[in-house]
């Protein structure tokens, strides 16, 4: 019947600092008083927290860049903002302008006021499509990104300068430099760029996984072209699964993210970064409440990795798999039971032949429990460790077989089932030259798009039987139509699993022709 609450007040002492304290317990059953009084009340919380963040907590905190959490209390995160926001830069895409030959619809009358006499003769055109040339237009964005090096280093998503033909980056005391590329991963969605400068300010790399769930952290960046924009907020989540990226495990946080923070920094309560704002989840494009970050136990080694060789190395089991609980509630979906011993964990689902995942001895159905001697629940924790390994690293794989636990050391491969060092390849290695196709060629030999190959030189064509004057119109069934093309499918075979260029193409004569043609030096 009765209700308990205190009275909390606050005052400014003669040094300026704010004190608090209980003044009375009230017993009520008069609920007007007891609203009368909660007024009191939420002044009171107020004065608390103007009392915990003073001056002199402040300067207590600053002086031993050791913030700790105190039950009860919340975190001042200024001295967090003060080293973070000269550290977060403003990054300016720009994708200039470009034609291109693009296919549309097409309809019997296009074709008669083109060609009138064409139009009896084949009524339906070209396969019923027409190729128009068309100018894109120019493109510009803006991003984030976090210095990680006194000589110019800047970390960021791939999918803030993927594409650009220009990058600007603004740092906060507003000194603009250009950019160049100097790695991008698509598979962790993070991107590495270097700016020509020197002594410039940066952000410590801290160690995401001493991150706690609850744990206080701030999100610093560009949103809306808003610069040098803190936002606060918690680690809602660990090692979360989005199914947006091939490596993932994101930290979830609080703290708004929007539109333009892409790339920029989440850092903890002791001013060290601890992850990379990658992505927003939303339905309306804005902040609701759940913003990710790539963690820097994932971010350290792609860095390291893009700087040393070019691309990343990156060390696979050879498995398909997915998290125990998933596959526990689909089969319940589906009305069956299932006991795997656990409810957590990897469920592998397929295992290849030559990779570490046989070697261990795994089979479908097991399940993984850890590695290294670490708890595995998830399939994002797997990733999340195995994304610090190279290929030639041990790893020690603890599974359940048939409920049976079982634990083998065995070397970890990359994707092309060895352990040698994967640098992406260059059109160099082809050995030649190459322009692209001009109109008259695609009239003359009745095709759309190619790359004639203008030269051969020593190297992978000239082993596989390609000579001079030979187009090239598709590799590994994607249309090459310009060198950039070119450029990118090469790199991207170079790097893949199986490392082969599948080229399709036609002959001065008109006669088609195929070649496989290996990127290796075997």
């Known amino acids: 019947?009765?209700?308990?609450?205190?009275?909390?007040?606050?005052?400014?002492?003669?040094?300026?600092?704010?004190?608090?304290?209980?003044?009375?317990?009230?017993?009520?059953?008069?609920?007007?008083?007891?609203?009368?009084?909660?007024?009191?009340?939420?002044?009171?919380?107020?004065?608390?927290?103007?009392?915990?963040?003073?001056?002199?907590?402040?300067?207590?905190?600053?002086?031993?860049?050791?913030?700790?959490?105190?039950?009860g209390?919340?975190?001042?995160?200024?001295?967090?903002?003060?080293?973070?926001?000269?550290?977060?830069?403003?990054?300016?895409?720009?994708?200039?302008?470009?034609?291109?030959?693009?296919?549309?619809?097409?309809?019997?009358?296009?074709?008669?006021?083109?060609?009138?006499?064409?139009?009896?003769?084949?009524?339906?055109?070209?396969?019923?499509?027409?190729?128009?040339?068309?100018?894109?237009?120019?493109?510009?964005?803006?991003?984030?990104?976090?210095?990680?090096?006194?000589?110019?280093?800047?970390?960021?998503?791939?999918?803030?300068?993927?594409?650009?033909?220009?990058?600007?980056?603004?740092?906060?005391?507003?000194?603009?430099?250009?950019?160049?590329?100097?790695?991008?991963?698509?598979?962790?969605?993070?991107?590495?760029?270097?700016?020509?400068?020197?002594?410039?300010p940066t952000l410590p790399i801290g160690d995401s996984e001493k991150l706690k769930v609850g744990e206080w952290v701030i999100a610093v960046g560009n949103p809306f072209n808003f610069n040098s924009t803190v936002t606060a907020g918690i680690v809602s989540a660990k090692a979360r699964s989005l199914y947006a990226n091939g490596v993932e495990s994101f930290i979830q946080t609080d703290a708004a993210i929007n539109p333009g923070n892409s790339g920029g920094a989440l850092v903890n309560a002791q001013g060290e970064l601890v992850g990379i704002n990658a992505m927003l989840y939303s339905q309306t494009g804005?902040?609701?409440?759940?913003?990710?970050?790539?963690?820097?136990?994932?971010?350290?080694?792609?860095?390291?990795?893009?700087?040393?060789?070019?691309?990343?190395?990156?060390?696979?089991?050879?498995?398909?798999?997915?998290d125990v609980i998933d596959y526990i509630n689909r089969q319940k979906d589906d009305g069956k039971d299932v006991d795997l011993g656990t409810n957590e964990g990897v469920y592998v689902y397929k295992v290849e032949d030559d990779g570490a995942g046989a070697e261990?001895?795994?089979?479908?159905?097991?399940?993984?429990?850890?590695?290294?001697?670490?708890?595995?629940?998830k399939m994002a924790e797997m990733e999340e460790i195995l994304a610090n390994k190279r290929p030639g690293d041990k790893v020690t794989i603890t599974y359940l077989h048939n409920k049976n636990?079982?634990?083998?050391?065995?070397?970890?491969?990359?994707?092309?089932?060895?352990?040698?060092?994967?640098?992406?390849?260059?059109?160099?290695?082809?050995?030649?030259?190459?322009?692209?196709?001009?109109?008259?060629?695609?009239?003359?030999r009745n095709i759309n798009y190619g790359v004639e190959v203008i030269k051969v030189n020593k190297g992978v064509l000239q082993n596989a039987g390609v000579a001079r004057g030979f187009i090239i119109q598709k590799i590994n069934d994607t249309p090459v139509k310009t060198i950039d093309e070119l450029q990118k499918l090469v790199k991207n075979a170079s790097t893949s699993k199986d490392p082969v260029l599948y080229i399709q193409g036609v002959w001065p004569t008109g006669k088609k022709a195929y070649f496989a043609v290996p990127l290796n030096d075997d």
């Open 405 to 444: 636990k079982h634990s083998k050391t065995v070397t970890l491969k990359n994707a092309q089932g060895n352990t040698e060092i994967v640098k992406p390849a260059d059109l160099d290695v082809l050995g030649g030259n190459f322009r692209e196709i001009t109109d008259s060629q695609k009239k003359q």
């Open 1 to 71: 019947r009765f209700r308990n609450f205190a009275l909390i007040f606050a005052a400014e002492n003669d040094e300026g600092t704010f004190v608090c304290s209980v003044v009375r317990i009230y017993k009520t059953k008069n609920m007007n008083s007891m609203k009368k009084y909660s007024n009191f009340l939420m002044a009171g919380v107020l004065g608390i927290t103007l009392a915990l963040a003073s001056a002199p907590f402040a300067e207590s905190v600053a002086a031993t860049n050791n913030v700790t959490a105190v039950p």
């Open 286 to 322: 804005s902040y609701s409440g759940y913003g990710f970050a790539i963690p820097t136990a994932i971010m350290t080694k792609v860095v390291e990795d893009l700087k040393k060789y070019g691309s990343v190395q990156r060390a696979v089991l050879n498995i398909t798999g997915g």
């Open 73 to 200: 209390q919340p975190v001042d995160l200024t001295y967090a903002a003060e080293k973070a926001i000269p550290a977060v830069v403003h990054i300016r895409y720009v994708q200039n302008s470009k034609t291109k030959t693009i296919k549309v619809q097409s309809s019997p009358f296009d074709d008669f006021f083109d060609n009138p006499f064409g139009f009896f003769g084949n009524p339906y055109g070209d396969g019923g499509t027409q190729e128009r040339k068309i100018q894109t237009p120019k493109r510009e964005a803006t991003g984030s990104g976090v210095i990680i090096s006194p000589d110019g280093y800047i970390v960021t998503n791939n999918h803030v300068v993927d594409g650009a033909d220009e990058l600007t980056v603004t740092l906060n005391d507003n000194r603009e430099f250009s950019a160049k590329i100097v790695g991008t991963d698509k598979t962790t969605d993070l991107a590495l760029i270097k700016v020509d400068a020197k002594n410039l």
């Open 360 to 377: 261990a001895g795994l089979e479908k159905g097991d399940v993984i429990i850890s590695l290294d001697g670490r708890k595995v629940t």
